[in-house]
């Protein structure tokens, strides 16, 4: 048995299916078209972002049909794709053997999701991930989003410059602003906050969100974190931020919807 099918071979899919083919795990990276085509002759060239090494890593690309047919079977289905393709890999992955459930994150989707979790946790875990489990995902999806995405907003309203966002001091008062009312926001919809040092963000004074926001800003991992990410997956960020808007559309406070506005424009 193939123990994990990758599908995506973008960023994410590449980065994670690298690491864990790396670690001795038996993994398939599922790619369409021309990416499909270059990654079987030249190989996945992975870069790290902070020390600046590269190498190169040749695993397995599979095909859509011979993923579909029957004749693999996998222990784990990693799905990493940007929102506009979920549907197209859920149709791909209902096709599959035994119950998928989609993650990056581990989370139990259902009830019934447990012990699928602890063995994704398991395999992913091998290859030397820091894996947290979550009981259910949905609130730390949505705590996560209305962390990032008025930050996201602040971040194109400057032009995708990360030393402009940080020097403005009002869009970074709003932004954490923003967080806190759309955690509040979240909370009256009877959601909890996860993890749980979201509620010091709930809570905390501007101040030191400012802070806070500042030094990540002018850090590396900021350019590679949101600067790279902001700019590969626009429009994934501008449906998130629809979709968040909608759904905390009865919150209160201007800040949270200027800066999710700005992010989805």
């Known amino acids: 048995m193939n123990e994990v099918l990758v599908v995506g071979a973008g960023i994410t899919g590449g980065y994670i299916a690298a690491r864990l083919f790396e670690h001795g795990l038996g993994v398939e990276l599922l790619a369409r078209g021309e990416p499909a085509v ?55 992955v209902s096709q599959l053997q035994g119950r998928p459930f989609h993650s990056l994150v581990i989370g139990e989707a259902w009830p019934e999701g447990g012990e699928a979790c602890r063995r994704a946790q398991e395999i992913i875990g091998s290859a030397g991930f820091r894996v947290k489990r979550y009981q259910p995902i949905l609130p730390w999806q949505l705590c996560h989003a209305v962390l990032v995405l008025p ?20 869009g970074l008062e709003k932004v954490v602003r923003a967080v806190a009312q759309g955690l509040r926001g979240l909370q009256r919809l009877g959601y909890p906050l996860r993890p749980r040092w ?56 201007d800040a949270l919807r200027e800066m999710l506005g700005a992010a989805a424009e």
């Open 38 to 92: 270059r990654l079987a002759r030249e190989g996945l060239r992975l870069r790290d972002g902070i020390t600046g090494e590269a190498k190169t890593v040749r695993l397995p690309i599979v095909s859509e049909a011979s993923v579909v047919s029957g004749a693999r079977a996998y222990t784990l289905v990693l799905v990493c794709v940007q929102e506009q393709q979920r549907v197209t890999a859920a149709e791909l």
């Open 198 to 253: 979201m509620l010091l963000m709930a809570i905390s004074p501007t101040w030191i969100g400012v802070r806070q926001l500042n030094a990540l800003l002018g850090s590396h991992f900021a350019e590679i974190a949101l600067a790279g990410h902001g700019e590969a997956a626009r429009e994934e960020v501008r449906s998130m931020a629809r979709g968040l808007l909608h759904l905390l559309e009865d919150a209160e406070g």
């Open 151 to 170: 930050l996201a907003g602040l971040f194109y309203r400057h032009g995708g410059v990360l030393s402009a966002a940080a020097s403005d001091r009002q």
